[in-house]
Nanobody, 126 residues
């Protein structure tokens, strides 16, 4: 069992930055791939970024590539999402997720994640 708690959401103007953090409970954090997903009102949950267990490989949605950076600290059981140059279309509830499957195709799919945080709101004003 893994419990995930996100923090760091808030309101920012377009062009600004936010850093989201996700703290995981349990001693098996390094056994999980970690991902960030987001859901805007009226839209489906979408993939944002993911990082494999070792932290050496990361993946990004095209819409955030070059602006967002995902990282993890397996010693501290945390995963972070640095978001720069935020745009109004980035506004959403952001969710942290942990999944047992570390392969490329699985890590991009929300269906392959086993544990989810409660979400943190990101608001971007133009």
């Amino acid at each position: 069992q893994v419990q995930l708690v996100e923090s760091g959401g808030g309101s920012v103007q377009a062009g600004g930055s936010l850093r989201l953090s996700c703290a995981a409970s349990g001693r098996t954090f390094s056994s999980y791939a970690m991902g960030w997903f987001r859901q805007a009102p009226g839209k489906e949950r979408e993939f944002v970024a993911a990082i494999r267990r070792s932290g050496r490989t990361t993946y990004y949605a095209d819409s955030v590539k070059g602006r967002f950076t995902i990282s993890r600290d397996n010693a501290k059981n945390t995963v972070s999402l640095q978001m720069n140059n935020l745009k109004p279309e980035d506004a959403a509830v952001y969710y942290c997720a942990a999944g047992r499957y570390d392969s490329y195709m699985n890590i991009l799919s929300s269906e392959k994640y086993d544990y989810w945080g409660q979400g943190t709101q990101v608001t971007v004003s133009s």
